[in-house]
């Protein structure tokens, strides 16, 4: 198994900024994929980025240009920094790690970030 613990939500003002954490820890053998997911209110979870362990990204079109997503192979920890928030980017963030041999997905227990004046 393996854990994933997020920090660094919170209560923000549009155009503010937040930094994410995830640590990974347990039987993290294999894992190759890292990420982050978000989930708002009413709304289906959605991609957010992803992190190769080679540092090859790929982000959501909503959020390119204002998030930049980072790992520490060596602390099994990914990143996402966020830049420029608007009110829709409220939701609650989950990290996810994917084992490639198995293709299976963890997800941590999501951390809440809110936009708002």
């Known amino acids: 198994q393996v854990q994933l613990v997020e920090s660094g939500g919170g209560l923000v003002q549009p155009g503010g900024s937040l930094r994410l954490s995830c640590a990974a820890s347990?039987?993290?053998?294999?894992?190759?994929?890292m990420g982050w997911y978000r989930q708002a209110p009413g709304n289906e979870r959605e991609l957010v980025a992803t992190i190769t362990t080679g540092g090859s990204t790929n982000y959501a079109d909503s959020v390119t240009g204002r998030f930049t997503i980072s790992r520490d192979n060596a602390k099994n920890t990914v990143y996402l920094q966020m830049n420029s928030l608007k009110p829709e980017d409220t939701a609650v963030y989950y990290c996810?790690?994917?084992?490639?041999?198995?293709?299976?997905?963890?997800w941590g227990q999501g951390t809440q970030v809110t936009v708002s004046s």
């Open positions: 996810t790690a994917k084992r490639a041999l198995t293709q299976t997905t963890y």
């Open positions: 347990g039987s993290i053998f294999g894992i190759g994929v």
